[in-house]
C-alpha cells in the first residue's frame, strides 16, 4: 500500500493559514504525524489560497523537504500550473521524487502533463475521466482508464509511475459510485499487463457524512481486496492504516506473523 | 520476434552476516565466513547473484556421542572423547567451521556446570581457529545459565550462538548483544513464528543483520518437503522485499539425516538396501542438496564425505 498524505491541503483552514502566512512549522508538524503514521507520499494541495499558486507550490514543497525526503504529490485540477509547479520543484529540489496529481483523459490535457511527468522523470494520476465529467458507470472509467495509461506509455512512462484513480464520489449522493469504482479497477488490473498502479482519493467517499472514518476505512479494505495499491489519505488516522495493512495482509502482500503491524512499521523504519 | 524477458526483477535482497574474527578484527580466528548477499533465487545466476556460496560446518560434540553409527565413528572414534581434538579434526577435514554442540550441559546428559562448558568452548577455541558455532541443549532453565557465561569467554571471537524461540529469547539475546556474537533464530517448520522471532529479538535492540534464520530440518523422507516450502516461502518473501526475511538460513542436516533409519541401519540391510559405507553420507549428501534449491546459507553436516559430495554439486551449479 502506497500511503499518499491527504493532510497538507489548503482545503484544511490550519494549512491554507499556514501558506497564506507562510508558517513553516504549522506545516511541518503535520508532515511529521503523517510521515509517522506510515505516508509514503505526500500530496500537496494549495486549496483557495492567496498569492501565485507556481510560488506557493514550491514554498511548500521546500516546507515539507525539510523534515522529509519523501516523494512529492503535487496536486492541482490546473494542468498550466502543475506544469510549471513541476518543473519548478524539480529545480529547487532535484532528488525528490514527484507525482503530478493529477491528468484527466482529455487528449490535450495528457499531452501538457505527460510530457511533463516524463521531462521530470515524474509519476503522474490518471482520471478516469475526460471532457464529458466524471462517468457515472464502469465501462467510461475503463474506457478512459485504458485511453490514459496507453497515452502515458506512448509518451515514455513506465507502469511503475502510472496511477490510475477512478474518482470515488461521496456515498450520500452517488451511492452506486463506490461499486463502480471497485469494478473499474478489478477490469483495468486484469486486462494490463504489468497493471499500472491503482489510487483513489479516499475521503472523498465519506465527505459530509456523520461516520466518516468508520466509512473510509470500510471502503479502503473493499477497495484494496478490488486491487488498489494506493490511497490519499489520512496517514495519521492509526486504525484506517491499521485495517489497510490488515487487508494487505489476508490477501498475502505480507508474510504473516503475531505482530505484523509491528513488522510493517519495522520495515518502513517507524518502529 | 524477440524472446520476451523473463528474468525476475527482485527488490529484496539477502543480508550478509559475517561469523567469526581474525586477531586484526579482535578475536583469533584464521578466518571468517560470510553468508548471505542472495539477490535471487538460489542458483539461478541470471536471477540474481550468489557471492557467497553456501558454507558447511561440521558438528563437534562435548561429549563422546552415545548413538553415532558405524560411518560416522569412522571418522570421529578416536577424537570424540576429547572435543579440541575433534575441532582439530574438523579443520582438517576441510570444514568453514566447527558446530559445537553443548550436550552435556543437559540434566540427563551429565547436567555440567556453566563453568564446565566455558572451559569446553574455551579449549575449543585454543585448538581449532575456524569460526565457531554454540549450542545450549534446549532446555531454557540451564541454557539461561550457561550460554551468557559461554558468551562471556568467546567474547571477542563473533561466534554463532543458537538459538533463540518465540518463546524463550531474551536472556541469549542479551548475552549475545553483550559480548557481540550473531544469533540462531529457530522457528520449528512455520515462517509466521519465523517473522515473528526476528520481531521479538530486533524490539529488543538487536540488530536484525545479526540473525540467522533456523527453520528446523527434517531429512530425505521424514519431512524434508515441508521444511522446502517454508525456505521457498521465507526466500521468496525476502527478495520481493520483506526485511524481515531477509536474513541467511541454517540448516542442521546432519543431525536430521542421522536421525533416518535408512542411513543409520548397518550392513545387515546391505542386500537391499546397499553398504552402509555409502549410503548414510549419500542419504546426508542427498537431504543437503535438495533443501539448497530452497535457499539456505549454512549447512551444519556430520560426515565429510557428504560435504564433499555437497560442496561439488554446489560448485556445478554456481559456475553454471
Known sequence: MIIFSERINGMYRDVRRAINEKQKAVVQQLVKEQVDGGADVIDINLGPTKGDPVENFVWLAETVHEVT??????????????????ARVKQVLPETKLIINSSTAVPEVMAKLIS??????????????DQEGVPGNVEKRVECGATFLMTAMEGGLSPDDIYLDPIILPVNVAPKQPWNVMEAIRQLAVVNDPPPKFIIGLSNISQKCLMNRLINRTYLVMCIA?????????????ELVEAAITAEVLLEKHLYSDDYIKAWRMQKGLA | MSVPDAKERWSGKITTVTIGATP???????????????????????DGETPNPPAIALDVLDVEPADWPGPLAQVYSDVWSDPAAWAKRVKELGADLVNLRLVSIHPDEGDRSPEQAAETVKAVLEACDLPLIIWGCDVPEKDQRVMPKVAEVAQGENCLLGAVTEDEYRTLTAAAQAY?????????????KAKQVNILVTDMGYPLEDIIIYPSTASLGYGMEYIYSILERGRLAALSGDKLMAQPVLLDVGLEAWRAKEAR????A????GPAAHRGPLWEAVTATDLLQGGCDLLIMRHPRAMEAVRKAVSQLIEA
Open chain 2, 270 to 273: 546391505a542386500e537391499v538396501w
Open chain 2, 24 to 46: 586484526a578484527e579482535g578475536g583469533t580466528r584464521g578466518s571468517t565466513v560470510t553468508l548471505g548477499g542472495e539477490a535471487g533465487i538460489p542458483f539461478l545466476s541470471f
Open chain 1, 116 to 129: 511533463a511527468a516524463a521531462e521530470n522523470g515524474a509519476g503522474i494520476i490518471g482520471l478516469t475521466m
Open chain 1, 226 to 238: 478490488a486491487g488498489l495499491n494506493a490511497a490519499i489519505m489520512d496517514a495519521a488516522d492509526k
Open chain 2, 180 to 192: 557481540g556474537h550473531k544469533l540462531i533464530a529457530l522457528s520449528p517448520c512455520d515462517i509466521n
Open chain 1, 69 to 86: 525526503d519523501k516523494p512529492l504529490s503535487l496536486d492541482s485540477a490546473k494542468p498550466d500550473v502543475l506544469t510549471e509547479a513541476t
Open chain 2, 265 to 268: 541401519t548397518g550392513d545387515e
